[in-house]
């Protein structure tokens, strides 16, 4: 076991928290030591804003002068610029740490690979390539520069945190989220930790559309909307919704249909050919009747047992994918093991 | 956030690895950092067996010289010896970090401070003091010779690693294990992993005694001994038996009651008074039975959703205190919370 393997988990633990959350793009993590110090850990947190290089090289900075920078470190352009104009040896002595491939093509943000390459920290260790053709070319972009490159350091894992960004270049991904106690309850009024409410309705922030069951519209009457994001980032739409049901008998008065931006649509077929991300909520109803047609399985487990009689029956494989703590809930990533 | 604090999570969770299976010592852990480099990473395995920091400086050794140690490991005596006897310098560059105090008593095994003050690691950053009077003194001797001491590294985590064995200090430290599918369904016929049966055999191993419910053992007629627990380091012993019933009308005939060298009582009161650690088996029914003096739930998640109908039902309050996943299984280690 060796030190690089240890970090990268680190770099991989953070990026964990912002899966799916940085829709369309990967879940990227980055870590910047010298001399043996931590001097940043950071996740790209969403499409459009700084990657999560950019931010390691921002903290990192902070911490090695000292100084707090007086510009939105989320502002990609202005984050580049500001690193671009330090003094060519200031990350010399740096090892950056990067889930994945820096990216080398030039988006909504400026090139990763060549704000690496222009920094040059002394060696740079990444997790993946990019499976993507055409945002490949990173690595060679820094080994021009003579920069030491390592690839491969937990690529396994590397892989397993991409797969969602992966699925959605082909098709829609699809993730069920379930709120339950650990012996399995749901729906009985269990509510989350603050923590993980914010965590779903950043998951309904980022999505294209969510799916629900004609059952939830007319018994529990939602609002479904995203106003406990809290996302600092700004740019929070409430999600549109799409709403599976063979009849489309719904009290059009109800707060769902009245959240400003928003669609709504109620549909009788399913279809996940378009590449996207679909947020399925429900219970048992719509874990079976979407059963062939889910991806991943989130469950955030809150921590008790309960003997409310509100079971979820359905019979299922699935992977462990990553769980971590948020606040008092554990979050189970799983990934359905299809037939 | 600094490195010493990501190597002491990675000395926290190789310990909890071994989470009761060192009873009646607690669980802890140990590394060795040369250079940046993980030269070793170990649990305390086994009471009577070497402690942590000694298997730490054994594989270290081993990775520094190239070279294989040509007797058990394990053995304590035999380890100090080999390590008292090396140059005096060979971990002079060493950084320690060990998740609870070196011990300064002798007990089964020789004191591990007076080793490490001996061996003299430029470094030894520890989670936390020994919190057993008598126990403690440890740090105290790596001073005496000049070690930079850091205590309190991780210090909650390493406190929470410990809690098992401050209760049993005390009296029972009673653990209740379940396994169940990720939807809370028990009993169905789920084996856990290879893996998840082995952790279990190995806690049966250990406990000093098993606590069942009377119908367990007039419906299942288990056998419940440790054979798979294959500890390479031996002494297992298949755990004695606690039947809890008020009607003593069991079939002696079944395997459980010819085990050899294994009492077996049948008890319709119960008692926790005396420290020890006792591990209940059992299902809804134990559960309810004993949801007062349990201390810690552990479960074993398989990778399933089934519709089998087995739930377990009762209403309680936990707190997730650790969790990882061995093989496919997501072992969840949990303390209840007492009202």
Redesign the interface.
Known sequence: ???EQ??MQ?VLKKAWQYQLRTYPNPAVGALL?YN???LA?EAHQKAGTSHAEVLAFISAYENMSQQKINFDRFDANKAHAFLYDLPKEFFSECILFVSLEPCSHVGKTPSCASLVAKLKPKKVIIGTLDPIQGHDGGIKRLEEQGIDVKVGVCEKEALELIEPFLIWQERAFVLFKIA??????IGGGYLSSKESLMHVHQLRAVCNKMLIGGNTVRVDRPTLDCRFSLNTLGGDMAPNIMIYSKADNFDRAIPLFSVEGREVEVVSRLDFKKPSFILVEGGEGMLKALQHDIDW?L?Y?T?????HNS??????????MF?Y?IS???L?W?KIIKK
């Open positions: 076991m060796i030190s240890i970090y680190e030591l043996n110090e931590i850990l339950q106690t650990s012996n399995g309850k399985l469950q487990q921590p008790i047992l309960s003997c079971n979820y029956e359905i019979d299922l494989k699935v992977k462990f769980q703590k008092v809930d554990l189970l799983s």
